[in-house]
């Protein structure tokens, strides 16, 4: 059994403060055996990691905005354009091979969240529903998403949607180890979920960490992001 985070951003989202090298080591300090690198907007970052030799299984992933809300594409080969449809993100997806991941549906407090009318439309492409993120907002139920996953026969994940390093792992799924997209899907039929949710204080700290560095990206000119 490995644990296995499946919504990291690094610093090519443009919102967090990850580094390629820094989230090697984190990775390492943590014990997870697999993770998905799923940045907003790009492959890019992921791309590159899967160049360097690992100690752990490696996921290229990218969230993807769509005109309803954001999907996450795993196991890709390369980026997908945002400002799509929901279906025609989809099919992006599948036309790499990849697995259709939806994070934080129906979360209140996320515009990027997506919603009942558009979760409902497209159930029955979805392959797996992340019933936990470590950065929702603790006062918000966790209920609605297990019970879609649940009403539509879905596979549940869990992420810890970590734009720092010290949040990488908080939330995980513990599966059978996998070789590949198939091995993946069995496997993830047998897991279990492990996660913490932020206290309050810790929310309303990573809230204002990320103000914080919005601010700075708008004052500096676009830096390099490599490792």
């Known amino acids: 059994m490995i644990k296995a985070d499946l919504h990291i951003h690094t610093n090519y989202s443009g919102d967090s403060d990850i580094t390629l090298d820094a989230l090697i080591q984190r990775c390492h300090e943590t014990g997870l055996g697999a993770i998905a690198v799923t940045d907003h907007g790009t492959a890019e970052g992921a791309l590159k990691l899967a160049t360097r030799e690992l100690p752990f299984k490696l996921i290229i992933g990218e969230e993807i905005m769509s005109v309803e809300g954001e999907i996450i594409g795993l196991f890709l080969k390369e980026t997908i354009p945002s400002g799509l449809t929901p279906e025609e993100t989809i099919a992006r ?14 979360d209140r407090y996320r515009s990027s969240a997506m919603q009942a009318t558009a979760l409902e439309r497209i159930a029955a492409e979805i392959d797996v529903v992340e019933v936990f993120n470590s950065r929702t907002i603790p006062l918000q139920s966790l209920s609605p998403p297990e019970k879609f996953a649940k009403a539509h026969n879905k ?21 059978p180890d996998f070789d590949g997209r198939y091995e993946f899907l069995k496997s993830m039929a047998q897991a279990h979920i492990e996660g913490k949710r932020p206290s309050l204080f810790m929310y309303i700290k990573m809230l204002t960490r990320r103000t914080m560095r919005s601010l700075r990206r708008r004052r500096k000119p676009q830096q390099n992001t490599e490792a």
């Open 93 to 106: 997806i599948r036309a790499q091979g990849g697995v259709v991941y939806v994070p934080h549906p129906f």
């Open 155 to 175: 596979l549940c994940g869990a992420g810890s949607d970590s734009h720092s390093t010290s949040e990488i792992g908080r939330a995980c799924v513990v599966m």
